[in-house]
């Protein structure tokens, strides 16, 4: 039992939704320490899809979007990969516009790197094109 479920969660994270997903979760950590440095009014945005990427992660890695059949994954993900991808660019343009501390200045960087990884997500989950 401990052999399937270290082997799903290897496998899930070699494909290209794991390591997005892994990327994703590790972005969102470093951003929100950086936010947590410099201002606290953008701290809820990085935490939220901090969390929320880390539910899909072990929704994916179990299997459980095979199991939960009332739930349309792929519209979920690509509007949670979306959403994200547009408060994140609306965010790091206002922290770059401001005149601030060096992290402040690095967080919005890397959230518009968020940016392009959030709408990268958003592409290549998009039901429309599969």
Known sequence: ???FQRNSCTNFLCTQKGMLLFVEI???LVILTLYGAS???YISLSLIELILAII???IYTCDLHTRIQFIHWPWTDFFRSLIAAIIYLIT???VLIERGYRSRIVAGILG???????????????PMRQ
Not at 112 to 126: E, Q, S, V
């Open 56 to 58: 899909f992660f072990i």
């Open 39 to 41: 201002t606290s009014g």
């Open 92 to 94: 790091s343009i206002i």
């Open 112 to 126: 518009l790197i968020a940016t392009a990884l959030f709408g990268y997500d958003a592409f290549i989950t998009c």
């Open 1 to 3: 039992m401990a052999d």
């Open 26 to 28: 590790i972005l969102c």
